[in-house]
């Protein structure tokens, strides 16, 4: 796929994997849109990338969504990459029953039926390009699953499926769709959770997604699996089953 002269929508672009993926993309000359809740972070974002443009949107609300759409194909009709970034990921232990799972953000509604929604909305219109794409983030998590974040990891394994079908579905047209597994990322996504729990190892550097998230895509690869991503997205059974006890036993 081109990588340049694109228009590109990147939800949750303003913080994280989302503004490394704008940052660079703007590098190669793309027209970048970023969407978020938090007006502050939309401004501190476009305060360090002034060629940025943005929308407020609350992705949990299904108006919020179909407004963002409506605002983008109306705004910038040459819109053809919609970049399913935002995320969020919570501790939830279900030995508590129900109070971890209900305090706190929905990670079913932003992970999962948010890009599924998008997704709907904007095909009709990328389906009418010469060329666009879908471009899903799930997460090595998606595969072999860290327990102490159990919906997180299964909204990022709906991902995989989803894009996967996805893809089939859409492959007599001129739509793409890639899905992004990044390993552990050092971003602000778990809301210092890392922090709390003690753990030394942050991740990779969210510039180093987006720089394999560009090359990727110029190549056509489907699944864009990057790091230790890749020891998990192509592991045999047997191989995750040890990855899993590796990562959980301790917990």
């Known amino acids: 796929m081109k990588m340049t002269g694109n228009t590109i929508l990147i939800t949750g672009g303003a913080t994280g994997i989302g ?17 978020g809740r938090r007006k502050e972070n939309l401004l501190l974002a476009q305060n360090k990338l002034p060629q940025i443009q943005y929308q407020v949107c609350d992705l949990v609300s299904a108006d919020d969504r179909q407004r963002l759409y409506e605002w983008a ?41 948010s890009p599924v929604q998008l997704t709907a909305l904007f095909i009709p219109h990328l389906i009418k390009l010469k060329e666009a794409a879908i471009v899903n983030i799930s997460s ?42 990044p390993p552990t990322v050092d971003t602000d996504m778990d809301r210092g959770a890392r922090e709390r729990r003690k753990q030394e190892y942050r991740g990779i550097p969210a510039t180093e997604v987006a720089e394999a ?12 699996a990057i790091g230790q991503a890749e020891g998990l997205h192509g592991g045999t059974r047997a191989e995750s089953e040890q990855m899993f006890q590796r990562m959980n036993g301790h917990w």
């Open 19 to 35: 503004l490394a993926m704008a940052e660079v993309f703007l590098r190669e000359g793309n027209q970048v849109i970023i969407c």
């Open 73 to 113: 194909v109306s705004n910038y009709p040459e819109l053809n990459i919609l970049v399913n970034n935002a995320g969020i990921q919570r501790q939830i232990d279900f030995t508590k029953g129900t109070l971890d799972l209900m305090n706190g953000d929905d990670e079913i509604q932003i992970n999962f039926s």
């Open 140 to 181: 090595a998590l998606g595969f072999v699953p860290l327990t102490i974040v159990p919906v997180y990891c299964a909204t990022k394994a709906a991902i995989h499926s989803f894009s996967w079908s996805l893809r089939h579905q859409l492959r007599k047209t001129g739509v793409k769709v890639f899905e992004v597994i």
């Open 213 to 224: 998230t560009l090359a990727g895509l110029a190549n056509d690869e489907p699944e864009i």
